[in-house]
């Protein structure tokens, strides 16, 4: 799989990276950022497309590629040198999939963790990000398959629920995310642009960048993340063996995430790659390099911050109130 530098990935940047996610889930035409157009599959492996130069009196020829097979209905692809790639391959904060994440530092790798439990994927003194895990169970092999079906932040005494929704037949025209806010269900309405964000921490918001299954969450100064709810599909799980049966199309979330001032003492399974003395021992040449230590990141529930990791409440040496800012005084 490729593997983008740290400074490869800081140059496409953050806003680029939502961008193409929000045109990648779009059931609009896809608008084309620059040169870069998205393409897709439509189901077929090894699908072959040509693209030529959009630049205004460009003299430089077209070409002709094919998406990677690991793309599994749309890919990028940089026009006209036809540098092809998948959303989930280039930008640190990226998760998706059999959970493969984009490190801070560039490097991609696993964490299969275990179905049916919650690890934290990030902490910090004001904020914590845990992640659920669904899966399948393949007798041939000592894992599970696992994918993220929800996420569940805290920050300051709020909780934030962002989820998939279980569903047997998957219907891209219907809505499977779900959502709520301190226990209470969020109703945002199926068009793009449409907009949601409560007087009780009015720096939050949630914000539709297509009709359906697709978000940007994005706490003012702290973090932004992109969920965007997919199944896996017939053909995924022919050529991965992953077992899916029609009583449930196991639908997860790919997740971009982008972080703001974040202490040094972050920790998580991708929280510690955004530290400055965070060293990687994976082995970055392997095919699948895998982060163990999963009881390091367990954490008793969704919204616990009980993981052996955790840094949530703790005080960041010379900062006040921290996160506590975001939050209206007069609700607290």
Known sequence: MPRWSASTAAVLGAGLLLCIMALAASAQPPLQPGNMQVISTEGKRNSKFSCADTKKNSKRPGCTATCPNRCRSKCLVLCPTCKTFCLCDFYPGVSCGDPRFTGADGNNFYFHGNKDRDFCILTDAGLH????????????????????????????????????????????????????????????????????????????????????????????????????????????????????????????????????????????????????????????????????????????????????????????????????MVTDSKYL
């Open 129 to 324: 990000i845990n992640a659920h895990f669904i899966g399948k169970r393949n007798p041939a092999m000592s894992r599970d398959f696992t994918w993220i079906q929800a996420l569940g932040v805290r920050f300051a005494h709020h909780h934030l629920y962002v989820g998939a929704a279980r569903t047997a037949r998957w219907d891209a025209a219907a809505d499977h995310l779900a959502l709520a806010f301190d226990d209470e269900d969020v109703a945002i309405p199926a068009a793009v642009g449409a907009r949601w964000s409560p007087p009780t921490a009015p720096a939050l918001s949630i914000t539709r960048t297509a009709q359906t299954n697709t978000v940007v969450v994005e706490l003012r100064g702290v973090f932004r993340i992109m969920a965007n709810v997919v199944p896996i599909t017939a053909e995924d799980s022919r050529v991965h063996g992953y077992g899916v049966t029609d009583d449930d199309s196991l639908a997860h979330l790919d997740l971009g995430f982008k972080f703001y001032d974040l202490t040094d003492d972050v920790h998580g399974v991708l929280g510690q790659t955004y530290r400055t003395d965070y060293v990687n021992r994976l082995n970055v040449t392997a095919k699948m390099p895998v982060m163990g230590g999963a009881d390091t990141f367990l954490s008793s529930g969704l919204f616990e911050t009980d993981c052996a990791v955790a840094r949530f409440g703790r005080a960041a040496a010379g900062a006040g109130n921290g996160i506590a």
